[in-house]
């Protein structure tokens, strides 16, 4: 009788998968870092930093191809907000009186409208900067915060060309040019600071939700409606003493109305300091470093999730 001997199968060793620790100590021994990840604050603002002249050179170029395809070209810079202006002073200064009891109205609906325009502009550039702009997005690797400040620096730019239209109109209406003038450069800067800030939140918020850019245009369409943008803030509060004690502070802390109130008492000689509300300068801080450093800081740490998915 044959005995049929039976060889146990070939046992295969498993060899343990290696730990965390050890790949992270691997990939620092040899000098290599995980792709995309988020830099800490310090490295971040370097960057942003050395790309300086791209951010530049990148919110320029979008400036020139704006009106590229247009015959008016660049004349539409000054076109869009003086024809806004227009529109505003036909509804609101004359069909609805918002001009009565305000002095130099035109100059003060004009520089209104440029104002809220940057902001406006600014925010709505910002909220569109990643996912409008996937493919610059993933095919280089630079600071994502270069887009959203670039659009707005792109919008200041925008605002810098029409300010010279604002100055014709100043002169034609009989405004005096006077010391105050140079307190628009500060008011500007502040404002500038803010609108980064809040455009780089909407940038994160779009990159994740891009319904939001059309949602947009409403909110920001109520948010002009309560600045001041086509009346005066100080002329409706002093007419109306039945208002709510709390309505008079929530509108001049706006922040759009306190940025568009200092823009008008640097540059309208019947503006006065009165019609500011108090601390406006401190006000108008607050709101630049609460947006710019928060608004930067949020961007950030979402650093490394911009253009995934």
């Known amino acids: 009788m044959s005995q049929v001997l039976h060889t146990p199968p070939p ?14 100590a691997l990939a620092a021994r040899h000098g290599l870092s995980v792709s995309g990840a988020r830099p800490s604050l310090r490295e971040y603002v370097g960057q942003l930093w050395a790309r300086r002249h791209f951010i530049a050179a990148f919110s320029t170029a979008k400036l020139t191809a704006q009106y590229s395809q247009a015959k008016l070209g660049q004349v539409w810079q000054v076109m869009n907000p003086l024809l806004n202006a227009a529109v505003y002073f036909f509804i609101f200064g004359v069909l609805l009186g918002t001009k009565k009891g305000v002095p130099d109205y035109i100059p003060f609906l004009v520089t209104g409208v440029f104002i809220w325009t940057f902001t406006q502009s600014s925010i709505l550039a910002g909220t569109r900067a990643i ?4 493919g610059l997005v993933r095919a280089l690797h630079f600071p994502r915060a270069s ?7 792109q919008q200041l730019q925008q605002l810098l060309f029409s300010m010279g239209a604002l100055v014709v109109i100043l002169l034609c209406f009989g405004v005096p040019v006077s010391a105050s003038w140079l ?17 780089m939140i909407m940038a994160r918020l779009g990159a ?50 306190v940025y568009i109130d200092l823009m008008r008492f640097a540059l309208i000689d019947s503006f ?8 406006v300068w401190l006000i108008a801080t607050g709101w630049a470093l ?16 911009y253009g995934r998915g």
């Open 11 to 24: 046992t295969t060793a498993t060899t343990p998968a290696p730990a965390d620790d050890d790949l992270a």
């Open 147 to 153: 887009l959203p400040i670039s659009f707005c620096l």
């Open 272 to 279: 006065h300091s009165s019609q500011l509300p108090h601390h």
């Open 183 to 199: 307190l628009a450069i500060p008011a500007l800067v502040l404002q500038f600071t803010f609108n980064a800030g809040v455009s």
């Open 208 to 257: 994740k939700t891009p319904d939001i850019a059309q949602l947009m245009p409403f909110v920001l369409r109520t948010w002009m409606y309560v600045s001041g943008v086509m009346w005066s803030i100080d002329h409706l509060l002093s007419k109306h003493n039945d208002l709510p004690s709390w309505v008079g502070p929530v509108l001049q802390a706006n922040p759009a109305a």
């Open 131 to 134: 996912s409008g702009n996937l």
């Open 290 to 305: 609460l947006a710019g450093v928060g608004g930067f800081i949020y961007f950030w740490k979402a650093e490394e999730t």
